[in-house]
């Protein structure tokens, strides 16, 4: 009788075994929460890769699920013209950490290098002076599906380092080897409008950001 019974039992470790096993992602990762965290500047990438490191080292991947530097694409005019493909981060300073909190995942993110602070709600000293505890509050769940919408849908932003009063030489085009000064700049357009002295007198005239170079 109390084999039969050991053996049910060992039957019914195997089959939970099995359960824990067969989760789906969303399952192992229900309790969990997006959590912004504010980093040191230009330290985004450096802590991503410290924190990922340390999440295997301490052994911590079942409560902190991943590290994201939310970015959407960007097309980088240079100065000759030519387009410069990459990414621009949407939260510069910021990274965002899906992650169960407890004591010892808060710790392993809080003393990652480069690691300033969780975004939350500032509790007060009970005595003494100085800045108090901050406790972490998570991101909505609105808030994480319009970031990440965002990173999915977003056009290339256009970045050129031009400005207004800038001084410029037409390259191609009808109006080749003027010159000009910048007056608009419209980067979602890739265009810019730049007055240019023809027949003598100031002309508005709209351009192609790859139309122009910028002078020193």
Same mark, same amino acid.
């Given at each position: 009788?109390?084999?039969?019974?050991?053996?049910?039992?060992?039957?019914?470790?195997?089959?939970?075994?099995?359960?824990?096993?067969?989760?789906?992602?969303?399952?192992?990762?229900?309790?969990?929460?997006?959590?912004?965290?504010?980093?040191?500047?230009?330290?985004?990438?450096?802590?991503?890769?410290?924190?990922?490191?340390?999440?295997?080292?301490?052994? /911590?991947? &079942? *409560? #902190? =699920?991943?590290?994201?530097? %939310?970015?959407?694409?960007?097309?980088?005019?240079?100065?000759?013209? !030519?387009?410069?493909?990459?990414?621009?981060?949407?939260?510069?300073?910021?990274?965002?950490?899906?992650?169960?909190?407890?004591?010892?995942?808060?710790?392993?993110?809080?003393?990652?290098?480069?690691?300033?602070?969780?975004?939350?709600?500032?509790?007060?000293?009970?005595?003494?002076?100085?800045?108090?505890?901050?406790?972490?509050?998570?991101?909505?769940?609105?808030?994480?599906?319009?970031?990440?919408?965002?990173?999915?849908?977003?056009?290339?932003?256009?970045?050129?380092?031009?400005? /207004?009063? &800038? *001084? #410029? =030489?037409?390259?191609?085009? %009808?109006?080749?080897?003027?010159?000009?000064?910048?007056?608009?700049? !419209?980067?979602?357009?890739?265009?810019?409008?730049?007055?240019?002295?023809?027949?003598?007198?100031?002309?508005?005239?709209?351009?192609?950001?790859?139309?122009?170079?910028?002078?020193?």
């Amino acid at each position: 009788m109390s084999s039969a019974t050991d053996e049910q039992r060992d039957r019914d470790r195997h089959s939970a075994s099995l359960d824990v096993e067969q989760l789906s992602p969303d399952e192992v990762q229900e309790g969990s929460r997006w959590y912004a965290v504010q980093v040191a500047s230009g330290c985004e990438k450096r802590v991503k890769t410290n924190l990922e490191q340390r999440i295997q080292t301490l052994d /911590v991947a &079942d *409560r #902190i =699920l991943q590290v994201e530097i %939310p970015q959407t694409p960007a097309v980088k005019i240079r100065k000759d013209g !030519s387009r410069q493909h990459g990414e621009e981060k949407v939260f510069p300073g910021y990274v965002l950490v899906q992650m169960i909190m407890d004591d010892e995942s808060w710790q392993v993110v809080k003393n990652t290098p480069n690691v300033i602070n969780f975004v939350g709600a500032e509790q007060k000293r009970r005595y003494g002076r100085g800045r108090g505890h901050v406790k972490p509050v998570p991101l909505s769940q609105a808030e994480v599906e319009r970031i990440f919408k965002q990173t999915r849908e977003q056009e290339p932003v256009v970045k050129i380092d031009m400005a /207004v009063g &800038d *001084r #410029i =030489l037409v390259l191609s085009g %009808p109006f080749k080897d003027f010159e000009g000064e910048v007056i608009e700049v !419209s980067p979602e357009r890739s265009k810019l409008k730049a007055l240019l002295s023809i027949f003598g007198r100031d002309t508005p005239v709209e351009l192609e950001f790859n139309q122009v170079q910028k002078q020193s």
